[in-house]
């Protein structure tokens, strides 16, 4: 029997047994989820980390908060941007702990790929430019990417929770 004939005879003619129907459910449900558990892991072990960086990315700037005149003063481009990325840690990261607990929570598993990688992309991004734009102004102009990426995912998983 050639892979043409069992194609036809199982899928086509639909002469699956019982147990053959009840393993492919079950071989269905299994990587449905795997894929659920890996995404949300992902998205678990990136908020985790993120809180981790946003304490280290606070002390070591708080280290130096009492002299006024650092980095320019309170109000200057470089120490704004240095908040920024750290409260970005935070912010981001709670974002995708709340994505992964909200997947657990409802039992979703599906569509949530473009969504998880779109919210770490965020994660990642953010405070790389934060950090970037206080070393060279130019770096502000790629804000674009993590505003982007999370609102495009937050948008999707809005999308996806109350549509699908």
Known sequence: M???DIYTRYFLLGNLTQ???IHIIQLIYSLL????VRIMSLNLYTAWIAFLLGCIAGAIPGI???NANWLGGYSSWERRMIRLAHISFFGIGALNLAFALTVYMLEIKSGLVPISYLLIIGAITMPTICYLSAWN???RHLFF???I???LGITLFVWRILFI
């Not at 989820?33 to 659920?36: E, G, I, R, S």
């Open 2 to 4: 050639n892979r043409g």
């Open 19 to 21: 147990y053959d129907k």
């Open 33 to 36: 989820y795997y894929n659920m």
């Open 64 to 66: 130096f908060f009492h």
């Open 137 to 139: 102004m130019f770096f």
């Open 145 to 147: 990417i993590p505003a």
């Open 149 to 151: 990426s999370v609102v």
